[in-house]
């Protein structure tokens, strides 16, 4: 065993029992690097990433360049999903030298952290133009060895030509109506028609993107942007990236029609699409939008939650494929035989319904779960039974590996994702599971000082504090939980958080925001980033959930904190909008208002109340916050003087500093919030 023993992270532990003496991130490591003028080599992935489990079985568990590693590198392992701050800086060095990044990363570094060689994933002997690990590592050791000064010389000016890059310009105010038509017309010239979604292959799920249409539909009611929404979701719905058996999403398909997956299942991910699906069904009533929020919601809390209540981070792509073998999707793929095997003669009908063939839409004959057929009839009730025996049968293979790291920012996504489509579909164990998770947040993650740790395991509080997507994400997650709930503390939990976002994470000179807090661990940069990929972006995260804490308490600090952090979307809403969706959405909440819904009644059984507050939570008004209580309450700044109307249930909805007049009947509130 090495240093990695004794990490919470499951990344790091798969790594130690190698050969190699790794070391994990830490200045200790840096000292020993400097002691004996040893170059250090940087390998930073994560525990469901495919290739960084092939490189790891193929160089760091084999003993010979274990032993010259060892003898000539101070190694030192990452998890990326506990140390974002680390991988996005050295990232942003690999893309710059090398047009491209990825994962593995694997970078070799001065003792002073200072990067100078950059690379991904090596193969253990030299393949399709690419050198062998060991050439990668005797060439490193060479220049470092003979020629050193030249490569400090090298590591310094990357150094200084990082710190010389400068984040985009954002523009002085909030972008407007003309940035978000643009910003859409954007999104109309880079859309697939034809297959949904966005580009090309590989083709990832646009969730923030797909929030951003639902929102501008809502608010403008353009039927372009409702109808990209509904067509991508509905085939993604349909494809091999949706698990037809048990629910969710796998991380993103490898071809344009969003046939075979890359398997592995990401919380992110699930909590994201999750919450697009409510909305979309909030939106149009789809019946498939409903079944496919549910089955995910199902996913979430059956496969990813922990014993402690929060949510693991992933599940692999690879799995036994009951040879001893690891494989890439041996848990999801069927072949006409196997689905012979367990339902005798159903298996024609399961082919038929799931596109299951002879030559397979996989490898080897093996086909990935669809729902290939637009026309034509099924009997329902033997299509449940054919996907329940489908799903038993799944459940006696082996099953892939859980990354069961609590990471915070993915657990407040979870949050909201979860305590809305309770809300929206009579379904209260949603709701206690997101009550679950946010309440290991605050236990584990959430100190006497009201900072966060970015993660925990097994209810085990991890070493690295939250970055700001942590802040972002975990005060939206609060703030869908006291709209839903009715439970002020939730408010006030979000509030603490985001006060930290303006104290410790905001220019206080420009409005823009930094990924690390003031205080955090210096690196050779401070990250800051605005763009998004797989989930928003911290910047995002905090500025919609700033502007929902301010309609929530009208805080005015809040509020101009939000349409400062925005200005960037007015940058680059308008030119790269596929990679800014959170912040459009949150730009369409500032332009709706964002409206202001105040739910008084009795009590919280009192039926008339119910229907008002849930009325209230299905407005589609963009970025709307619901605050419901009783009249004499202090749950709620938003409940102050509200009343009820002649001894009934009242609803008074606001926006932009203008209150209308209660109603108590919900179709009355539901018009006030078209």
């Known amino acids: 065993m090495n240093r990695l023993a004794h990490e919470t992270s499951p990344y790091l532990l798969q790594h130690a029992d190698n050969p190699v003496d790794w070391w994990p991130w830490s200045a200790e490591a840096f000292a020993e690097a400097r002691r004996t003028n040893k170059p250090v080599l940087l390998s930073v992935g994560y525990s469901s990433c495919h290739w960084c489990h092939v490189m790891a079985h193929e160089s760091f568990e084999d003993q010979g360049t274990a032993d010259y590693l060892n003898e000539h590198f101070v190694s030192v392992k990452v998890d990326r999903e506990e ?16 047009g491209h990044g990825g994962w593995p990363m694997t970078v070799f570094l001065t003792p002073d952290a200072e990067p100078f060689y950059f690379g991904t994933y090596y193969p253990p002997a030299p393949r399709h133009g690419m050198p062998s690990f060991r050439q990668v590592l005797e060439g490193v050791q060479q220049a470092w060895t003979t020629r050193h000064d030249e490569v400090s010389e090298v590591a310094g000016k990357i150094v200084r030509d990082l710190a010389q890059r400068e984040i985009v310009r954002q523009a002085a105010e909030a972008p407007g109506e003309q940035e978000l038509a643009q910003a859409l017309l954007g999104l109309t010239r880079e859309y697939d028609p034809q297959r949904g979604g966005f580009g090309g292959a590989p083709k990832f799920p646009p969730s923030m993107v797909l929030e951003f249409l639902l929102r501008h539909h809502a608010r403008t009611g353009a039927e372009g942007a409702l109808q990209m929404a509904v067509d991508t979701c509905e085939r993604m719905a349909r494809g091999g990236i949706y698990d037809q058996l048990g629910g969710g999403f796998a991380r993103y ?16 991910d699930n909590a994201l699409l999750c919450r697009v699906y409510a909305h979309l069904w909030r939106a149009t009533g789809s019946d498939l939008a409903r079944r496919v929020a549910l089955e995910t919601a199902d996913f979430l809390v059956r496969e990813l939650r922990t014993p402690e209540g929060g949510f693991a981070s992933a599940l692999d792509a690879d799995s036994d494929d009951g040879t001893g073998r690891h494989v890439e999707g041996a848990y999801y793929v069927w072949t006409p035989a196997q689905l012979r095997d367990v339902l005798g003669d159903d298996a024609g009908l399961a082919a038929q319904y799931f596109g299951v063939t002879e ?23 033997k299509i449940a039974s054919v996907r329940r025996r489908l799903f038993d049968a799944r459940a006696r293979r082996p099953a892939p590996g859980r990354d069961d790291k609590v990471v915070a920012a993915w657990n407040g996504l979870a949050v909201a994702a979860l305590a809305e489509t309770g809300a929206y579909f009579g379904r209260p164990d949603l709701v206690e599971a997101a009550l679950g998770a946010a309440d290991l947040l605050v236990r584990v993650h959430l100190d006497e000082h009201a900072r966060l740790a970015r993660t925990s395991k097994d209810g085990r509080v991890g070493p690295n504090a939250g970055v700001l997507e942590d802040y972002g994400d975990v005060a939206e997650g609060f703030l869908a939980l006291a709209s839903v709930t009715g439970e002020g503390v939730w408010l006030d939990f979000a509030g603490l958080l985001l006060d930290q976002v303006l104290t410790r994470f905001t220019d206080p000179e420009t409005g823009a925001l930094f990924d690390t807090a003031s205080d955090a661990e210096r690196l050779i940069r401070r990250p800051q980033d605005p763009t998004e990929n797989a989930a928003p972006s911290g910047w995002t995260a905090a500025a919609g959930a700033l502007l929902g804490y301010a309609a929530h308490t009208g805080s005015e600090a809040h509020r101009v904190a939000a349409e400062r952090a925005l200005g960037v979307v007015k940058t680059l809403g308008p030119r790269v909008p596929r990679f800014i969706g959170w912040g459009l959405a949150a730009a369409e909440a500032l332009l709706d208002g964002p409206r202001e819904v105040a739910v008084v009644g009795p009590g919280p059984d009192d039926e008339r109340t119910a229907a008002l507050h849930r009325t209230a939570l299905l407005g589609a008004a963009p970025g709307a916050v619901v605050a419901c209580g009783t009249p004499d309450g202090d749950e709620f700044p938003l409940l102050a003087g509200r009343t009820l109307i002649d001894g009934a249930p009242a609803a008074y909805v606001c926006r932009g500093f203008v209150c209308d007049l209660p109603v108590t009947d919900p179709e009355a509130l539901r018009a006030k919030l078209a």
């Not at 030559?359 to 009730?381: K, N, Y």
Request: no cysteine.
């Open 359 to 381: 030559e397979g839409t996989f490898e080897h004959g093996q086909s990935v779960l669809r729902l290939p057929q637009t026309e034509g009839v099924f009997d329902a009730e």
């Open 83 to 98: 140390r974002p701050d680390v991988d996005a800086v050295y990232m942003e060095a690999v893309q710059a030298a090398t």
């Open 253 to 268: 398909s490898v071809d344009r029609d969003w046939t075979v997956p890359h398997f592995e299942k990401m919380l992110y």
